[in-house]
Antibody, heavy 120, light 111 residues
Framework: QVQLVQSGAEVRKPGASVKVSCKAS????????IHWVRQAPGQGLEWMGW????????NYAQKFQGRVTVTRDTSISTAYMELSRLRSDDTAVYYC?????????????WGQGTMVTVSP | QSALTQPASVSGSPGQSITISCTGA?????????VSWYQQHPGKAPKLLIY???DRPSGVSNRFSGSKSGNTASLTISGLQAEDESDYYC???????????FGGGTKLTVL
């Protein structure tokens, strides 16, 4: 079955970086964009960006430009999201999600989420 | 860019219908038919209910329906069931540098 499995919870200090992985299975990895969406505790969803696994092309929300890098390794059907210069307000659950295709908007399959805690 | 505007909470009794609104602007909801709706139970990942304003993915109950008028999209849930109690989020493509924007979320309580 189609699934996205993310790496485990992370704890970082302010100013550090974190890299979260998202391994896809059950479909052709290069057929669908992968999005990254985060959710701070008790808050709503916030879109961060997407990657086209076929070309490696990316599109980031302006808010995260310069701090986020999304990459992929097609040999292992895995996408990565790295967020640098972490602040306390980056504490959130980070989700990867599969686009309906190559649209760049709706996501029909989500990973289980990765909790990233930023604390001194 | 600010999030799309959703009511913080709505409620209804089993069997009733409820509607959740999602208000944006001409740069997002009003300008494109790329509105989606998600259901999120506590501690779980979101689930896609509606895309392209009114299309349902396979496996989603036809009790969930979507529509749009001007800058406001709506999600209607008919025949409310206890398991519908959840948080609901709308999202839209936006021409701005944000690209994809979410609503603030609506908590549905089934009385």
């Amino acid at each position: 079955q189609v699934q996205l499995v993310q790496s485990g919870a992370e704890v970082r200090k302010p100013g550090a970086s974190v890299k979260v992985s998202c391994k896809a299975s059950g479909y052709t990895f290069t057929d669908n964009y992968i999005h990254w969406v985060r959710q701070a505790p008790g808050q709503g969803l916030e879109w961060m960006g997407w990657i086209n696994p076929n070309s490696g092309g990316t599109n980031y929300a302006q808010k995260f430009q310069g701090r986020v890098t999304v990459t992929r390794d097609t040999s292992i059907s895995t996408a990565y999201m790295e967020l640098s210069r972490l602040r306390s307000d980056d504490t959130a659950v980070y989700y990867c999600a599969r686009d309906l295709g190559e649209r760049g908007d709706a996501c029909d399959m989500w990973g289980q989420g990765t909790m990233v805690t930023v604390s001194p | 860019q600010s999030a799309l505007t959703q009511p913080a909470s709505v409620s209804g009794s089993p069997g009733q219908s409820i509607t959740i609104s999602c208000t944006g602007a001409s740069s997002d909801v009003g300008g494109y038919d790329y509105v989606s709706w998600y259901q999120q139970h506590p501690g779980k990942a979101p689930k896609l209910l509606i895309y392209d304003v009114s299309d349902r993915p396979s496996g989603v109950s036809n009790r969930f329906s979507g529509s749009k008028s001007g800058n406001t999209a709506s999600l209607t849930i008919s025949g409310l069931q206890a398991e519908d109690e959840s948080d609901y989020y709308c999202s839209s493509y936006t021409i701005t540098s944000t690209h994809v924007i979410f609503g603030g979320g609506t908590k549905l309580t089934v009385l």
